[in-house]
């Protein structure tokens, strides 16, 4: 939740949210007997079994009481989590400790955008979740679970949280530039169409008030825009395509068009600069998965509350997510099997969404009332479970390869930034990105 993609800003993003605390979101809780939840007692739980978990960032787990109510369940055990800040430093341990066989944890979190090589080149080193006790696949949105099942149809990991994208956006900015305010009409000014989004900020851009621009960023749009598709820098073989991707090409002229457009703050996401811009009221709008709310609301501060708003996204797409895996070498293999799929499993979910904003990967959870009446005072009660649920259940099955992360680096923080803050046009920023990308290749 760091200028690469979601996760690597977990760290910022999630802290953030979880500083907020409780009552985030508005809704209603359910008291009734957790399902799914271990046994007392049995061989681990007699021996006072710690389990482990290695993370990065905020996961927030910790933080919603799911590991205190989990070791009330299961007298005995005791959980205890090691977080590394930054997952550009986590996922290189991993690495590492899969390599050796030793200093893993017992279960060990996976960002989205390392996945696929966990899939692909380490399957066989982790547990196949898909077979565990507990675990409906069901339950989970269709592409998340894919995201995590290698080829011989082993799940490596569970999801934890997704990013369904929606658009962020100052009511009161909106209004002084002649557009409509209200969540409903503003989301139909863009419907189905990034262009659109473009458009919109063209016409903002003709009555703006003095000191704002449209958008935050290039990055972002280009962001938001790349993952309404399922094929970006990889085809569904699996073939690296990115220097002809239509997905690569639109979000890439959508960026060159707010720029050109002088629509941006020619921003990096979650720079202090940035930070700075939403407490100055600086931009208009900025694409927003649920994990985003709490740091707008940390960042904008107490004077913008009610000036915000929530609107469906252009088109469905997802920032963010990650998975629990547990790996073969695991201390404590069976019991952190049993926690994995209980801290995954469609109520716990509900509950991390209600109080730390990580919105269900199960969509089993969205019927839930901590989901499905979610509102956002902070956001003018914006029914935030509604608007995420259904931008989640339409997001398409992105194919996931093996360098994505660096990938999406070497467009927005490397040829995007070069055109957005350095004045370079955009074949120069292009071909920066793309001798960035042969770099990290090795080509």
Known sequence: MRSKSRTPH??????????????????????????????????????????????????????????????????????????????????????????????????????????????????????????AEGVDKKSFVPWKWAQATAKDGRTVGLGTDIGPMAICYRKD???????????????????????????????????APKGTVFVDAAGGVYNAAINSNAERYYDKSGKLFHKKSPAVEEAWGLAMDV??????????????????????????TVSCPPWMLGYIKEKAGAKAEDQWDVAPAPRPANWGGSFLSVPEAARNKDEAVKLAAWLTAPEQQAKLFEKQASFPSSQAAYDLPE???????????????????????????????????????????????????QGKSPGQGWDAALKNIDNALDQ
């Not at 530039?177 to 863009?190: C, F, Q, S």
């Not at 720029?259 to 208009?284: C, H, P, S, V």
Request: with cysteine.
């Open 10 to 131: 977990r760290a910022v993003a999630l802290a953030a949210v979880a500083a907020l605390g409780a009552g985030l979101l508005a809704g209603c809780a359910d008291d009734s007997e957790e399902p799914g939840a271990a046994s007392a007692g049995g061989k681990d739980g007699k021996d006072g079994t710690t389990v482990t978990i290695g993370v990065f960032g905020v996961f927030g787990y910790k933080q919603a009481g799911l590991y205190d109510e989990y070791e009330k369940l299961n007298p005995g055990v005791t959980i205890k989590e090691t977080s590394i800040e930054r997952v550009d430093q986590y996922y290189p341990q991993l690495l590492t400790h899969l390599g050796t066989g030793s200093g893993l944890q017992d279960i060990q979190a996976v960002e989205v955008g390392n996945i696929a090589e966990v899939a692909s080149r380490h399957a066989e080193k982790f547990v196949d979740l898909g077979k």
């Open 173 to 207: 900015l909106f209004k002084k530039a002649g557009l409509p305010t209200d969540r409903d009409e503003v989301g139909k000014l863009w419907a189905g169409d990034w262009q659109k989004y473009v458009d919109t900020g063209k016409d903002y851009m003709a009555e």
């Open 259 to 284: 720029i050109e457009g002088k629509m941006t703050a020619k921003l990096k996401q979650f720079d202090k600069t940035w930070d700075q811009a939403y407490a100055n009221g600086r931009f208009a």
């Open 371 to 421: 989901v499905a009446g979610a509102k956002h005072a902070y956001f003018d009660d914006a029914p935030i479970g509604k608007i995420f649920a259904d931008a989640a259940q339409d997001i398409p099955t992105l194919v996931v390869g093996e360098k994505d992360q660096a990938l999406q680096t070497a467009f927005t923080d490397v040829g995007i930034l070069q055109v957005e803050q």
